[in-house]
């Protein structure tokens, strides 16, 4: 069966400083990978997504960039965090075969940058 | 573009009360809908969905069925119990094919408390 995991779980980073979160598949080759925020009290944002090795799409502009070194790995990075991309986010996955359209959620990574 | 309209929370229910979040939709071609749930501290998970038009969507006492003529994915639920208590979030997803990568839009989300 396939499983998604991503981490760390929760982190505190101060303004200015980097980041970067992981994510991993196992199960399933060549999927469908995205990343969503959740800002406090709100739905939902497509950040990235991503068809292939290498291939990342961008939905909003923002201070974040994404990178896929590998077929079932996604990262989410930034050079200097803002105190404004604090959040709950979320690595998901889905089959990219064409009768494959439910998309499976990682646990999340709370950030707070303060 | 696609878009998601839920029915604004707060909700707040007695245990075994009737639940309904309604949803409606816009969106070109034949979307699938997905009703996903979002337990305190956690991820989000598929709750249940629906491919086509008339197809009822079930799982754990849930239910919820794709009106075309309607645009619309009510979620409900017969007795809620405690547990429930969540953030609902309904969902589109254009059929992805080819280059397509069939993204999920989501409705705002609704917060669901069961008091005992």
């Known amino acids: 069966s396939q499983t998604i995991h991503q981490w760390p779980a929760t982190l505190v980073q101060p303004v200015g400083s980097p980041l970067s979160l992981e994510c991993t598949v196992e199960g399933t080759s060549n999927p469908n990978l995205y990343w969503y925020r959740q800002a406090a009290g709100r739905g939902l944002q497509l950040l990235f997504y991503s068809v292939g090795i290498g291939q990342i799409s961008s939905e909003v502009p923002q201070n974040l960039s994404a990178s896929r070194p590998q077929d079932r790995q996604f990262i989410l990075s930034s050079k200097k965090l803002l105190l404004s991309d604090s959040g709950f986010y979320l690595c998901?996955?889905?089959?990219?075969?064409?009768?494959?359209?439910?998309?499976?959620f990682g646990e999340g990574s709370w950030l707070t940058v303060v | 573009g696609d878009s998601v309209t839920q029915m604004e929370g707060p909700v707040t229910l007695s245990e075994e009360a009737f639940l309904t979040i309604n949803c409606t939709y816009t969106a070109t071609g034949y979307p699938s809908l997905f009703w996903y749930v979002q337990y305190p501290g956690e991820g989000l998970q598929l709750l249940l969905k629906?491919?086509?038009?008339?197809d009822k969507g079930s799982n754990k006492g849930f239910e919820a069925t794709y009106r075309k003529e309607t645009t619309s994915f009510h979620l409900e639920k017969g007795s809620v119990q405690v547990s429930d208590s969540a953030v609902y979030f309904c969902?589109?997803?254009?059929?992805?094919?080819?280059?397509?990568?069939?993204?999920?839009?989501f409705g705002q989300g609704t917060i669901l408390t069961v008091h005992p």
């Open positions: 969902a589109l997803s254009t059929k992805a094919g080819g280059t397509s990568y069939g993204k999920l839009t």
């Open positions: 998901a996955w889905r089959d990219a075969g064409i009768s494959g359209n439910t998309i499976y």
């Open positions: 629906a491919t086509k038009a008339d």
